[in-house]
């Protein structure tokens, strides 16, 4: 909360300025997801603001596009977003540069095993695998495919924000779902066993 009163501050406004909160909704972990969504419900419920979801894995690829400066020339520029899921697994998006200047979805993001996301990469044939590429692919035959660590920087959720407010693609907040891909049992607890 301190930060986003920060943010407010450096732009002179205040919450009841706003026209919308952007919010990754996922891929991530399950706490990470839900306290930085609780946040969000605080703020959209108390000054009757619509939600604009984005996808953490798109937000990435925007983020890559802002460090490595992708232009319209790179339309062909495709990459694939990796985030270590842990458990042997991986949240995978693909996404492709448009003549928009867009990073748009060519698949949707999945939960994959590893040689599932290998398989994919393959499929995809990315410019540069994202994010935990590192990971996904040491010690395959992938491992001399481009890889950047980029992760998701909320600059660049503000860019497809503002190009979704603008599409009226927007909803309330208590019709947001966040996006685990792993289902929700792989979080529920065990029942303790009894003693004898």
Known sequence: MTMIDEVLCQAGITVDDLDAIAVTVGPGSFT?????????????YAANL??????TLQVMAYTYKRKYSIRVDDAAATVMAVLDARMGEFNCGGYRFDQDANFTAIIQ????TKDEALGLCRKLLPS???????????????????????????????????SKFARGEVMPVDRV????????????????????
């Open 128 to 162: 540069v695998v994202i994010g935990d590429g590192i990971e996904l692919l040491n010690g395959s035959s992938l491992s001399g495919q481009p890889v950047q660590k980029i992760y998701p920087d909320a600059r660049d959720l503000l860019e497809i924000a503002v």
């Open 32 to 44: 990470g997801l839900r306290i930085g969504f609780s946040t969000v419900q605080g703020l959209a």
């Open 50 to 55: 619509p939600i604009i979801p984005v996808s």
């Open 109 to 112: 993001d999945q939960l994959l």
């Open 177 to 196: 779902e966040l996006v685990y891909l792993r289902g929700t049992e792989a979080w529920k607890k065990h029942t303790p066993l009894k003693s004898a």
